[in-house]
């Protein structure tokens, strides 16, 4: 059996992926190193949302290009967004590349990986799984006999098979997106949106919770398009399985449940009422339109959920939406925005940007500052635009914002969002909250720790805090890059032996908190305390935790 490396570049849908792709190929034997220099089969799971992350995914080829060129045996894998965005083009660009697999064709991967031990230099169709354009044309049934759904199946319940935290994990809900947003690569590289059936997710996080796990974070590109009609899927033993996503007149025609659907609201009550020991449930990243009442009324009224919302708008100009397809004008986002803060009082919400997106003019970018200004955004991630191959928007309009004015944008953007996240957190000063523990620090008694961020140009704003080296695990894959100047151990062991301890996590609504606690109360990443918040700054509120 071999040793195995697996990188993850990107999103949050990634890391679970490559979770997954860890749990099947333990399960077959294989061993993983964290040393790329000796394993015998490197993975690199990517990314191709923007050029950036192609980029460093390139210059790792040429990395290991360098062990094969040395004459060393290994065998060098592209999974991921990548791999099914290039190509088998890729293969002779970069022939030191053994094998691909597309985001679709995971459960393909341990044949492959077989495949490449044992001939030399297969042909082609032995090397590659790609889904092509072959998932734009799934069927319904095609659909049902979907063996990726086998992927999740077979996940390990094991706390060390996870890249984060092993109290808190991903649970996939949808695969694929319908939305063709003009700029996003997205609905190629993984195809239409699909399903899965709702006992399957259910199950899953009660063995999670069983496992140990606090934290659950639903998955899809959409999230709140979830959609499930039972009784139309079934698989050949008469198994619901993962169906193609009913499209927009669901959401139109149909809004009252029918008897025969499982909607995302209905979704997020069953986990909660069926999974009662889960202490957190959230769900990522929700589409602006067609956001119900019904799942803001399940939020209100079910006290593990959280009330966080992360739904991007992308600009504050109607002319960019639409031109990016995003089908929903500016005023129908502060419609829902109102909608979610009057039925959720205690919600938080968070966004996406993209400035400098073709045509943007400074009146159009202006627009973008305002609503920045206006929303009560706890945090947006903004990115530049990055024209991407196979999107409708590279062929259709020029990349005529140049650079220099994108970063200047970008960093306008995040200077605003700063004074933004600054005001959103000083309407929690003075509340009692609760925060799930990510990082446990030793501090002397009298001694502070200091954070400092530095915004880098090409990041989202993600308040985020650390109290280590590195920033707290991001709610998205991006994040601000922070610099801690102070303590750097975060050996529990050593915090409980000091007289108090910082300690860094999450409230419900995902806002950052550092607060002081006593070395007595129960302090270790993954607990649950409740902290009394007395200072906002834009990147984290401060405060002490009370043992009531
Ligand atoms: N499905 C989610 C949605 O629609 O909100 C987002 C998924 S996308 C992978 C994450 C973010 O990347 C988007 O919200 C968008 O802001 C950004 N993005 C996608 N394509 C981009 C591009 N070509 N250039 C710059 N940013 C892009
Ligand atoms: Fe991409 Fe738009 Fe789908 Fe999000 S909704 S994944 S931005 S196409």
Redesign the pocket.
Known sequence: MASVFLETFGCQMNELDSELVRSQLRSLGHVFTDDWRVADVVLFNTCSVRERAESKAYSRLGIIGQRKKRGEQVILGVLGCMAERDGPSLLRRYPQVDLMCGPGELDRLPMLIDNSFRSERGPAEERVALAGDRTRRSSTLAAAGDDLELLDLGRAFDPDGRDGAPWSAYVRITRG?N???TY?V??NTRGAEVHRPPDHIVEECRRLVDAGVVEITLLG??VNHYRYTHGVTVDSQGREAPQIGPGLAAFRANALPDGRTTTFAMLLARIHDEVPRLRRLRFL?S?PRDFGVDVLDVLASRPRLCPYVHA?VQSGSDRMLKLMNRGYTIDEYRAFVDRLFERVPDATLAGDFIVGFPTETEEDFEQSLALVRELPFKNNFIFKYSPRPGTVAIGRFEDDVPLAEKKLRNNRMLAVQSETSRRVHRSWVGRTVEMIIERVEATAPGEGVEVAAELDADAGFEPAAGTGAGALRSSRGAGVALSVLGQRSTATRRAHAAESVVITGRTTGDLIVSASASAEADIRPGAIVRVHLEHAEPLLLRGRVVVE
């Open positions: 997106c939305k063709f947003c996003c997205v609905p590109q959409t990243t589409y991007p």
